[in-house]
């Protein structure tokens, strides 16, 4: 509740904090247990002043979770979003298209990769798609590059296109040593999280998903855990089609 509070709130809290709360809030997101606690609190945060979770009406938001397979969820949006929920759904223009995400519901996962695999994709329409859908955010593609999440610059090289879409469906399964995100709680309320980047007696250094490096004085730490999720959305392609997420497999073989 209090760090959905910090997300939410327009005065008096900076803004790094705010986004760091909401960071840690959409990778709890990923979880469905978890989002049935923060959906929980929204609704409640709703009962308390209106204003504050109108935040949960944005378009993603309502289309990720208000088709989610997991009921509780879906009744708890329906619930937190009220009476906007009708006219939202009147202006939402039907989704015809053939989505990851529609196909999940309805295929086995090793169906849906052997559709994906069978597919031929298209690199030059893959490249696009590696911007449009902010993979560019968190991932390098050439050796220059500042470091920021896993860098993808020869990852043809080192992988296949199998295991290249295992990550794209299943980020959390295998997280790459050294990217575990780890969530510190401080002493005076800040949320940080990152991967760690070096630990010492006094001072802990971790960057955040955009490369972005700084220190934590370990005296400052009230609370620190590992989380077993990815910072990677599980649902980062659940809007492509098989032909988009096949030219973007295309595209990254294209990285060596």
Not at 223 to 245: A, C, F, W
Request: proline fraction near 3%; hydrophobic fraction near 40%.
């Amino acid at each position: 509740m209090g760090l959905l509070c910090l997300a939410l709130r327009k005065e008096n809290i900076s803004d790094e904090a705010k986004r760091q709360a909401k960071e840690f809030i959409d990778a709890a997101l990923q979880d469905e247990k978890q989002t049935e606690v923060i959906l929980e609190a929204l609704i409640l945060a709703t009962k308390r002043n209106p204003w504050w979770a109108w935040w949960s009406l944005d378009a993603s938001f309502v289309d990720k979770h208000l088709d989610s397979k997991n009921k509780a969820v879906r009744l708890l949006v329906e619930k937190a979003v009220k009476t906007k929920l009708s006219r939202y759904m009147k202006k939402r223009k039907p989704d015809t298209r053939v989505t990851i995400a529609k196909l999940q519901a309805k295929l086995s996962y090793a169906q849906l990769v052997a559709k994906i695999l069978s597919t031929k994709g298209d690199s030059n329409k893959g490249k696009p798609l590696f911007s449009r859908y902010n993979c560019a955010n968190c991932h390098a593609v050439t050796m220059n590059e500042t470091p920021k999440g896993p860098s993808l610059a020869v990852v043809a090289n080192k992988f296949d296109q199998k295991h290249i879409l295992e990550s794209i469906l299943k980020p959390s399964k295998k997280i790459k040593q050294g990217y575990e995100t780890t969530v510190f709680v401080m002493n005076d309320g800040r949320v940080l999280q990152g991967f760690i980047i070096s630990t010492r007696a006094e001072v802990i250094e971790i960057r955040d998903n955009k490369g972005t490096p700084f220190k934590i004085k370990v005296k400052e730490i009230d609370e620190r855990r590992t989380l077993k999720i990815s910072m990677m959305p599980i649902d980062v392609v659940g809007n492509m089609t098989v032909e988009e997420v096949s030219s973007l497999l295309a595209y990254l073989r294209t990285l060596k």
